[in-house]
């Protein structure tokens, strides 16, 4: 009856390995003490041969101890290699099971959820071993950088991204700066750090446009916690267009590392004099679109005019000019400018026909001028541009009511007139009759500056952006 009792208690407690061995202990411990008792029966039945029968019990009583320490001696040394196998379970010795003074090997574990799982789950991890070839080609034929660099030129950013996580030497080749010429991240989300991982990576055409840019700690711009990003970028050609900064300190502290740049566009932002001194410092831009900028002051269009020199095509419009940013322009305006766009100044005499004279005298080689919706302008101003700028090709002056009709007979010589809002559909009839030459109304938007137009959508300033594939 105490056999049934114990095993279910010891399974519980000790686990099935435990059990076992307990079991087999108990089994043999019974079959010796029912020995004993029918050897001490036999003794009393046979009292002649007390002295036999007593060498042979104590025989029979040594053997029965050797197999008992035989036996204790192996359950021991199961209990301990158990114990080296699990080594996670420990043993408590405050804690006592019911049947200890039976057993006075039992003890209950100080983690029983950790006891109770299912035995050797824990025990054991076995590492298979891949049955595949590890050989390393590229080390055993001895495969020059160039090769691998020339294969990686045919991968698009994302692969080339997953080749460079392979190995050490795949990561080394893969950041050469000739893999990260251009990239188009158009409409994302991006962190400010991540724009400066590419920038670090030697990248010169990057498209940010309708990008999200999250600033990653705020800090001052002159504060040393920009040091890291104190080196020179090889950026060249920037689209910001739509981009979606927070702050114009996000803006200022990616065109700080940039002394390069050909072409920026900062169409729709948030700008301040930081920004301004940082395209300043650029002395070789070309292309700078400001269109619908917000924040721009008469010190950072002085910053601008003086830093950038050879600047070829300037786009204003919409900017919020009056008449104080108009005359430090006109003052400062690059002599070299070809395409000029300073629509949308609607206030009254903030653009009058002495500035017009002014830039002509300043910039005598423009080939395109955008002066639409400036209300104080007259046909002065639009003979003096007909007459004086002999290389002029197109020129918008839509919705400028101070300009008398019958002077925009005198635009022979032009390739575009844009005249929206002058005069009536009877009217621009009559006058594509009269210029047969000249494309009336056939352009309502503004190219100046922009990075993206017409059928180069993968593309800005006529440098490629997107992978073959």
Partial sequence: MMLHTVIPHMVLERGLGYGLLEMKRLVKTKSCAEYDRSAEKNVRLNKPTRKVSASGVARNGHDQLSERSQE???VNDSIANDRSLSSDVSIDAGRHSPDLEANPHLRVPSDVDLFYRTPSTFRYCLRRKSKEDTTDYFKKFAIPAEVILSVFRYLNKRDLVMVILTC????????????????????????ESEVHSLMDRGIRILRLASTKVNEDVEVQLGSTLLLPHALPSKLTHLDLSGAIPEKPSVIAGL????????????????????????????????????????????????????????????????????????????KLMPRGLRRLNLSGIPEKDALIDEDIMQLIMRCPNL???????????????????????????????????????????????????????????????????????????????????IPTCGEHVTSIWGHRTRDLY
């Avoid at 158009?186 to 962190?191: A, D, K, L, Q």
């Avoid at 005019?305 to 919020?320: H, Y």
């Avoid at 700028?389 to 919705?399: E, G, Q």
């Avoid at 575009?416 to 109304?441: A, P, Q, S, W, Y």
């Fill in 72 to 74: 204790a001696v192996e």
């Fill in 168 to 191: 050490r030497r795949f990561r080394d080749i893969g950041y050469n700066s000739s893999l990260w010429e251009y990239m188009d991240l158009g409409g994302r989300s991006m962190t």
């Fill in 255 to 330: 065109l700080q590392r940039c002394t390069r740049l050909e072409g920026v566009s900062l169409e729709q932002r948030v700008i301040d004099d930081r920004v301004c001194i940082a395209l300043g410092r650029n002395v070789d831009l070309k292309y700078l679109n400001l269109a619908m900028c917000e924040g721009l002051s008469p010190d950072g269009i002085k910053a601008i005019m003086q830093g950038c020199g050879r600047l070829l095509e300037l786009n204003m419009a919409w900017t919020g000019l009056d008449v104080e940013h108009v005359a430090v322009a006109m």
């Fill in 367 to 449: 080939v395109e001028i955008d002066l639409s919706d400036a209300p104080s302008i007259t046909e002065r101003a639009l003979k003096a541009m007909l007459y004086n700028l002999r290389r002029l090709k197109d020129l918008s002056i839509s919705r400028c009511y101070g300009i008398e009709p019958t002077a925009l007979l005198l635009a022979k010589g032009l390739r575009k007139l844009n005249v929206f809002g002058n005069i009536t559909h009877e009217g621009v009839r009559m006058l594509r009759d009269h210029l047969n030459c000249v494309l009336v109304n056939d352009s309502p938007f503004s190219t100046v500056a």
